[in-house]
């Protein structure tokens, strides 16, 4: 039975027993089974293996929300693609190279925020942004900090995020936060994002 995790439920797996979970490492290495059923290592045929993949669950949710199809989203799709295409552009450099990501970073900060972004400590790591898109929002129009406040004609986001941070190729660590990204004209900016 699935464990229930704060009312989502986990992905789960179940195998009807060790051989057939064996039969299921060798069928995914050779390319060799077939959907609704198995063979076990001995040549006995199995039930049914049952695995949801986190991964498909969550691409259907992010392609849905990020592209705005869903019907009833508040959103415009200009805005949600914009986003998408700024959270693409930090990812593409990734466990790469971290000159790539910084000029990155600087390339979409707020224009007003340029030399706050240029004052960041040189970075070491990369990271991967891994955005709950379904929780996308938008920032309260009372906040007064000039620094988070949305410039004029701007949308200002909000977007909880996993950050994937990378060493080299290597993940090394992770980390939460809730993005701030405006958007303004198809294009999205972010506020001023150091990476260490």
Same mark, same amino acid.
């Given at each position: ?5 704060? /009312? ?7 195998? $009807?027993? /060790?051989a057939?979970?064996?039969?299921l ?6 390319? /060799? ?16 293996? +049952?695995?949801?993949?986190p ?13 705005? *199809? ?6 415009? =799709? ?18 790469? $190279?971290? $000159?790539? $990501?910084? +000029? *990155? ?5 707020? =224009?007003?925020?340029a030399?706050?972004q ?5 970075? *070491?790591?990369? #990271? ?12 309260? =129009?009372?906040?007064?900090? =000039?620094a ?14 996993? #950050?994937?941070?990378?060493? /080299?190729?290597r #993940?090394?660590?992770?980390?939460? *936060? ?9 294009? +999205?900016?972010?506020?001023?994002l150091?990476?260490?």
């Amino acid at each position: 039975m699935p464990t229930n995790y704060g /009312g989502r439920r986990r992905p789960f797996a179940r195998f $009807q027993s /060790g051989a057939t979970a064996l039969c299921l490492c060798l069928c995914l290495a050779t390319g /060799g089974c077939t959907a609704g059923s198995s063979t076990t290592a001995f040549g006995a045929s199995a039930a049914t293996t +049952a695995v949801r993949s986190p991964i498909a669950d969550s691409t259907a949710a992010e392609s849905t929300v990020a592209g705005s *199809t869903a019907a009833g989203s508040p959103y415009p =799709p200009a805005d949600t693609a914009a986003i998408r295409s700024a959270v693409d552009a930090v990812n593409a450099a990734a466990g790469g $190279q971290v $000159q790539a $990501q910084r +000029a *990155t970073l600087n390339a979409l900060v707020l =224009p007003r925020s340029a030399s706050a972004q240029a004052a960041c400590p040189p970075a *070491t790591t990369t #990271i991967r942004l891994e955005p709950v898109y379904q929780d996308l929002r938008t920032a309260d =129009p009372a906040d007064t900090d =000039p620094a988070s406040s949305a410039p004029e004609g701007a949308t200002a986001y909000l977007l909880p995020t996993l #950050i994937t941070i990378f060493t /080299g190729p290597r #993940i090394t660590g992770t980390d939460l *936060t809730t993005l701030r990204l405006f958007v303004s004209d198809g294009k +999205a900016n972010t506020s001023v994002l150091c990476v260490s």
